[in-house]
């Protein structure tokens, strides 16, 4: 290094820098420790941004981005991947280069201990932010997925005479707690309580581990399982291994494919995002549409924005294809999912916006509420409300978003849930998984299923109910290792 440095003072003299050998031998060594010591401050600055991004991230999260890499950044809100290229990869390295350069002039035989220093922080940043100790003690747990798990495959369940269509909508992070006055001066969820009057909620939904993010909670209310990757070293291999997604898992549309029905796929977002195409396409669903095939099909580019469709001309589409689907004589599922609500700011469309009334993030979530809320008007403007029936969901509580401070005020959140219309409308005063919603909705459809289980989830329309104390406690320890999980993958 110390060739470079004369260098550039035979540069500042006018002198020609002659580049020899000698000059590649003594850069290389330099060259070598600035890369090992910008992937350090790269891993040290990771866990900050995605705290700041997103929120608390839990390390099995962590891996399942790892394994879905390639959706992670083909997918996802390029403003979000600018913002990670910029704060973890651009930034760090050139902190690093700074930082060895400064100690190379200074005290050259200090860059080891420079990078050392480096790694060190790194593997604590990662450790303490992501929770890893939580991630390794749970993998020497005991199997408590086998001993709860009810295989939907050999679960006999009888169909209704008349089979109700379904709409199925998950709601981007849409949780109860927006209706509270009290912390937004006004109630986001307005929109949806003429449709409660005739619908029933749960009363509390309980996130348990390895149903927090989009694609968890679609799998756990679809399949009755969490989503996790088999283990800490197959988490880039098992997307490789697998070119389905669960294989021999039975969810929601391979059970209502079965019985005729056709399945209909509505994402906002790319479906290469999380795999979620892939995961619809695997279990049941005919069509699937995502973020490229809207824009295939002459969606404008001005109601797309860096995440997915807007919500509002999801909903536009959602309302055409409902049409058609009315017209046939076939049953149908069709399934929604949306996106403006997604943090770490929310999505504006066209709409909406602070020119039609609608301002800030609170702005946003109503936005979204009042599109959901006018596919409702729809159906009961055209006297379907005997012919489907609906159920709404938040996929999971709202991560890092303008209003999280606020949210966090209330002690026991839950995600919104509807299930609309009901014969006895009102609220359930009970908890339920997310589990739960897999039996749930075919109960509420009309479907009889012998031992009111399926997966992990239980019937919760069924007298038995589903909280108890010690279930809890049991799905706490459902991302321990475990072989029956691992055959759900294809694994022998």
Known sequence: MKAVFSGVGRMARGQAWVIGPSWWQQCLPFLAVWLACSAAFSACMVPRWAAKQFGHVEFDQVLFTLWDSHGAWVGADQRTVRAFVRVCLV??????????????????????????LAWLLAAISVVRDFDVPKYLVAQFGSDQFASEYVDPATVVIHAPQV??????????????????????GADLLATLRPFEVNGFQFAQIKQTPGTGWTIAGVISSQCGIPLKILGLWDANSQDRAFPSFLPNATCLGDVLASNGYLNVFLNGPDLQFSGMGKFMQSHGYHEVLGKQEWLARGVSPDDVHDWGVADDQLLRQAQHKLDDLMQQSQPFNLTLLTIDTHG????????????????????????????????????????????????????????????AAQLAKVSERSPYNLFYPADRPGQINQR???????????????????????????????????????RWEKLEGMLHPSTRYAKLWGEQ
């Open 91 to 116: 930034n760090p390295s050139l902190l690093a280069f700074l930082t060895l350069l400064g100690v190379t002039w200074w005290r050259p035989r200090l860059r080891r201990h420079v990078l050392v």
């Open 432 to 470: 339920m998984a997310y589990f739960d919603f897999y039996p749930t909705i075919l109960s509420f459809m009309g479907f009889q299923l012998e031992g009111e289980k399926l997966g992990l989830g239980r019937n919760a329309l069924h007298p038995s109910g589903v909280d108890e104390p010690q």
């Open 344 to 403: 770490p700011d929310g999505f504006e469309n066209r709409s909406c916006g602070p020119s039609h009334g609608f301002n800030g993030f609170g702005g946003v979530v109503r936005c979204s509420v009042t599109a959901v809320s006018r596919l409702l008007q729809h159906i009961e403007d055209r006297g379907w409300q005997s012919r489907i029936k609906v159920v709404i969901l938040g996929d999971h509580l709202a991560m890092k978003n303008p209003v």
């Open 163 to 184: 089979k109700p269509n379904l709409l199925l909508i998950y709601v981007e992070s849409l949780e109860k707690t927006y209706g509270n006055k009290d912390i937004f």
